[in-house]
């Protein structure tokens, strides 16, 4: 495996940590703390036990026949979706706090835009006993009613934050805010792989359990890598996870598909892998979208999860180096991605993974009968009022 | 030694403290930010030009919304080096810019520091340049002449403030809270022990801000540190038409004691 990110949390050009001073010590805490973490077999041995007994991996390698039949394509899905609280949020949330526990942190905050990363972190801290508080832009509180609901049900305390665009790359905003404030007492679980170093390593570690299951399923089923590894991209967290643990083999294809909006000429889109330039938000040196004067752009994407202006720095190294191919699609082939699972597997999948399904039709073109694994990140029934009233216009 | 550094210098024989006053540059529009300067130039000893980000993350809501008021208005740095040049023309005080990152390293790095020495920008602060990041800049400013200005935070270790203090060539900027930018009635009861050992560390000049906003803390504060950085207090003076220059008033004639 490479060893990447590099001392200073660099992915090539891209990483670092750019953050005001009084989160340096926490920073460095946390490195600290993870490295022990890493190789404590205690540590791995308590995390593995929650993510069998308690997330319910390893998540299935489920062979889409229908859809493959349908597509021309052998289609397999690796099925987050079926994880507790319904994403791969809890494989990085559920790590994450067993580390805020060795840091003795007693409060746990958090961003969410979709609401997954949020109810996988308010659950943790139920779990586990921590005091939670999780920021949420109140547009998407508007549009994730219920997973505000969950969050509430598990005893979080969710702030709406009203600045900007009030989504996602707000309440991560103001989450920095409330750790620079409290950063004695409270760990800041990030949810996806973007912030300052360590937080996309740490959060592409844990994630990088999906890839490597599927790794070991793939082989057992078509004795063979695929071809391609297909997954959606916000900030990035579900992608990293499958494909960082096949990095080293060339053959296998990455995908990353962005929430491509109304268009990508229209303004509204979050694809800042294809639209976006080098920049510094949150913590990190990435690719983000932005004006000619550096202030950050205004997203716009159906599914809250990927309606974020950034994307981890690895995913920047990947795109720089051409590991990785980044495409978009629209909301519109979302929502047919939407559909075409739910109508040919029986599946109904979150409005970000849509993105990655919707490709499929595309991928089908140039990539006949090939092996390819889609992460199918997080279940639907949290977009079904979004879905409804796009289906109703 | 930078003209920032020889001011200070001066008002420390001087037994005086610096009062520094941050601005967003363009709140409410450039013209008042340049009339404002003219009229409280004569009771500070530094002014700090902000520049104005969408996401300000060291930033309270005060300093949050005169960024974005001033965004509306689309002002960029290029508008704030025209400021800078404007002012100029009158007045001697020197001036800092104070801006994230992401704006700074859009314009350029390198056309930053030359368009910033010419039109007369005595020092740089910003906020989220970790220690770490920091190399490439501080030569950028060692060749120009214009001060680097670090910050150093209560949760900043020893061996890592004194680091950073050796860093600077302007003033270190101590934060006096652990939280984001705002007017505060009470000030870390940390703030006094943290200054007193960072002042046997460390000959260079501590200028307190972040949370400052009125005279008790300067009378409370003055024996302890070189000088004071006022802004949240300013922003909502203007935001509530109140008068800037009264205020200014008051404080510089408290670090005169």
């Known amino acids: 495996m490479i060893m990447l990110p590099d001392k200073n949390g660099y992915f090539g050009q891209f990483g670092g940590r750019f953050v005001p001073e009084t989160l340096m010590s926490a920073i460095f805490e946390l490195e600290d703390f993870y490295k022990k973490a890493k190789i404590d077999k205690s540590f791995k041995k308590e995390l593995n036990y929650y993510l069998k007994n308690y997330a319910g991996r390893p998540t299935p390698l489920y062979f889409a026949e229908r859809l493959s039949k349908k597509l021309g394509l052998k289609v397999y899905l690796k099925r987050e979706d079926l994880c507790h609280t319904g994403s791969h949020k809890i494989n990085n949330a559920l790590g994450q706090a067993l580390l805020a526990k060795r840091i003795g942190k007693n409060r746990i905050i958090a961003e969410t835009g979709a609401g997954q990363h949020g109810v996988a972190t308010a659950t943790v801290c139920a779990l586990f006993g921590i005091k939670c508080v999780v920021y949420m832009g109140s547009e998407d509180i508007k549009r994730q009613a219920l997973n505000v609901f969950r969050m509430k049900m598990l005893g979080a305390e969710v702030v709406p934050v009203n600045s900007g665009s009030k989504t996602l790359k707000d309440a991560i905003n103001e989450a920095l805010r409330d750790w620079v404030t409290n950063i004695k007492t409270t760990h800041y679980i990030i949810g996806s792989c973007v912030g300052p170093h360590p937080y996309p390593m740490i959060v592409r570690d844990f994630q990088s359990v999906i890839g490597k299951e599927a790794k070991r399923q793939i082989l057992e089923v078509e004795k063979h890598l695929p071809d391609y590894l297909l997954a959606c991209v916000g900030g990035g967290s579900n992608s990293i996870g499958l494909f960082y643990p096949f990095y080293k083999h060339k053959s296998v294809k990455f995908i990353g598909v962005e929430a491509g909006g109304l268009g990508l000429f229209s303004g509204k889109h979050s694809a800042s892998l294809e639209r976006g330039k080098t920049g510094i938000l949150h913590g990190t040196k990435s690719i983000i979208l932005q004006n000619k004067d550096g202030q950050i752009s205004q997203t716009h994407s159906i599914s809250a999860g990927l309606d974020y202006p950034g994307v981890g720095p690895e995913h920047s190294f990947y795109k720089q180096t051409g590991r990785a191919e980044y495409v978009s699609v629209t909301d519109n082939e979302a929502l047919n991605g939407f559909k075409l699972l739910s109508e040919t597997e029986g599946i109904i999948p979150a409005l970000e993974s849509s993105h990655a399904i919707a490709y499929l039709p595309r991928l089908s073109k140039k990539a006949k009968n090939k092996v390819v694994i889609v992460c199918l990140s997080g279940r639907g029934d949290k977009d079904l009022d979004i879905v409804f009233s796009n289906m109703h216009k | ?257």
Do not use: W
């Open chain 2, 1 to 257: 030694m930078t003209r920032i550094e020889n001011l200070l210098k001066k008002l420390k024989k001087q037994n005086k403290k610096a009062l520094s006053i941050f601005l967003t540059a363009g709140y409410p529009n450039i013209k008042t930010t340049e009339k404002l300067i003219g009229r409280i130039e004569k009771y500070v000893d530094l002014i700090e030009l902000g520049v104005p980000f969408s996401d300000p993350i060291a930033d309270g809501p005060t300093i949050q919304y005169s960024s974005q008021e001033a965004l509306k208005k689309n002002i960029n740095i290029s508008n704030i080096f025209s400021i800078v040049k404007n002012i100029r023309k009158t007045t001697k005080v020197p001036i800092v810019i104070m801006g994230y990152l992401n704006p700074i390293y859009n314009f350029g790095l390198k056309k930053f520091f030359s368009e910033a020495k010419k039109t007369g920008v005595d020092g740089i602060i910003i906020p989220d340049l970790s220690y770490e990041e920091s190399r490439q800049i501080r030569d950028l400013s060692k060749i120009s002449k214009i001060a680097y200005i670090p910050l150093v935070a209560l949760t900043t270790g020893k061996e890592r403030a004194i680091r950073i203090a050796k860093s600077s060539t302007g003033f270190v900027y101590v934060t006096a809270v652990t939280g984001v930018t705002g007017a505060r009635n009470k000030i870390s009861g940390e703030l006094i022990p943290f200054l007193k050992k960072l002042r046997t560390k460390t000959t260079k000049s501590l200028l307190v801000g972040f949370g400052i906003s009125n005279s008790g803390h300067i009378e409370n504060l003055r024996k302890y540190c070189d000088g004071f950085i006022v802004g949240s207090a300013i922003i909502d003076l203007i935001r509530r038409k109140k008068s800037v220059e009264k205020f200014v008033k008051r404080l510089s004639f408290n670090t005169e004691k």
